[in-house]
């Protein structure tokens, strides 16, 4: 087994940008391959520590990823998790097990059906008014600015606004759940979790108890929300426990707002350096739907998912002994030129485009049809204006190799 460069592993990497050209390399060398993990410092009531993972093997072929996907009596979500980082004690892995990104048949079906209901295409096409009109509102403020932040006042603000009407929750308290969230996905980024444990395991109580009140309170005032549904509804005949339930609103409180924060900022960076295919989209608003489809190819919010081999087996011809991680890369999976024709251009008319932005199998996304809804109807809306739209700095990237985001965005609209 031979290592190769620890840069996939390392979020500070990330931060300067997705290494594509790494991709490509092992993509058409060495498509599974083993890579050593970074030293990564963490901060604890006793001190820094460097801890270090054990390594994994990198998927990055379309095929092969697909193949994992689906196989999932073979490379397993519960195992050890679903995140690259491994549990580090039992209980630790036992508190995992209880988000359904890291379930495995059959508690994984079990659990999804609870909330699947709420994100059928039929279900999210109810929630189109709200969205649209959440959606009219940034763009009309942000239009009276001299200066804004793409990520802060758009991106984020659209999906926490439709997030908080979801969840039955005051709009107000929509700052909660990016700071919740910054924390816990940012762990590795030094502007939001920096590696401290301490605020890592403090945002997960502050999120726990909200979530237990707002259960309580929806249990004595049920509404239409999806909270009201899930402390109520029975499935086999059993209600979920709370910490069932506080795992799942977490779930949805962090996946519905940063996949589709970061789906729309940089969404937006890449047509702002893609002048060519912001003008198609200008003139021709028919465009949209494929337009979100290769954007989410292009960005790949989540640009990866790890899973643990439970047997010996046999991935794009590379030997994978049972225990071993193995890490689907969704990002470099999108840009696969067995795939893609010219994988690395962006092409808003991409047809066919199927992409792996939502993963695949028994863990494609729940919040896709969602998702796809919030951005083309902010991109709809901006349509006319997306010609003026200028980014006043660089963005800042995000330190994670987990989610492909940006921090910041400054951005204005010229004179018309």
């Not at 397993?76 to 988000?99: H, K, M, Y």
């Not at 910490?243 to 900022?265: K, P, Q, Y």
């Not at 049809?369 to 006319?384: G, I, K, Q, S, V």
Request: negative net charge; aromatic residues 6%.
């Amino acid at each position: 087994m031979t290592a190769n460069t620890t840069m996939l592993s390392d979020p500070a990497v990330f931060g300067a940008g997705v290494p594509h050209d790494e991709f490509a390399r092992l993509r058409s060398r060495e498509p599974v391959s083993w890579v050593a993990e970074a030293d990564l410092e963490r901060h604890g009531p006793r001190g820094s520590v460097v801890r270090r993972g054990t390594g994994y093997w990198a998927v990055t072929r379309h095929a092969a990823v697909l193949e994992a996907s689906r196989d999932t009596e073979t490379f397993s979500s519960g195992e050890r998790g679903a995140f690259l980082n491994d549990p580090v004690s039992r209980a630790d892995l036992i508190r995992t097990r209880q988000l359904l990104v890291n379930m495995d048949a059959p508690q994984h079906a079990r659990t999804r059906r609870l909330v699947t209901a709420v994100f059928t295409p039929r279900a999210v096409g109810r929630l189109r008014d709200s969205v649209r009109a959440h959606a009219a509102a940034i763009v009309g403020r942000l239009k009276d600015d001299e200066e804004f932040d793409v990520v802060r006042d758009m991106a984020a603000e659209l999906p926490l606004l439709v997030l908080a009407d979801l969840l039955g929750m005051p709009r107000a308290d929509r700052s909660l759940l990016f700071e919740w969230s910054n924390n816990l996905v940012g762990f590795d980024d030094p502007v939001y979790g920096g590696g401290d444990v301490d605020t890592f395991k403090r945002t997960f109580q502050e999120a726990f108890a909200y979530a237990s009140a707002a259960a309580e309170e929806k249990r004595r005032r049920p509404g239409e929300d999806l909270v009201s549904r899930l402390v109520s509804v029975e499935i086999d005949g059993r209600k979920l426990t709370e910490l069932e339930f506080c795992n799942l609103w977490i779930l949805l409180v962090v996946a519905g707002n940063e996949t589709t924060r970061h789906l729309i900022s940089g969404g937006l960076h890449a047509l702002a350096e893609h002048p060519d295919q912001r003008d198609r989209l200008v003139a021709d608003p028919q465009l949209l739907p494929r337009a979100v489809d290769e954007l989410l190819r292009w960005v790949t919010p989540i640009m990866q998912f790890r899973r643990t081999a439970v047997r010996d087996t046999v991935l794009d011809g590379q030997p994978i002994a049972t225990g071993d991680k193995v890490v689907l890369y969704y990002i470099s999976a999108n840009r696969d030129p067995e795939v893609f024709e010219a994988p690395d251009q962006l092409d808003l008319g991409r047809d066919p485009n199927p992409h792996l932005a939502f993963g695949h199998g028994a863990h494609f996304c729940l919040g896709s049809h969602l998702a796809r809804l919030e951005a083309a109807e902010l991109l709809d809306l901006l349509r006319p204006d997306l010609g003026r739209l200028r980014l006043s700095a660089p963005p800042e990237r995000l330190e994670s190799n987990f989610m492909n985001g940006i921090r910041k965005m400054p951005a204005r609209l010229l004179p018309s």
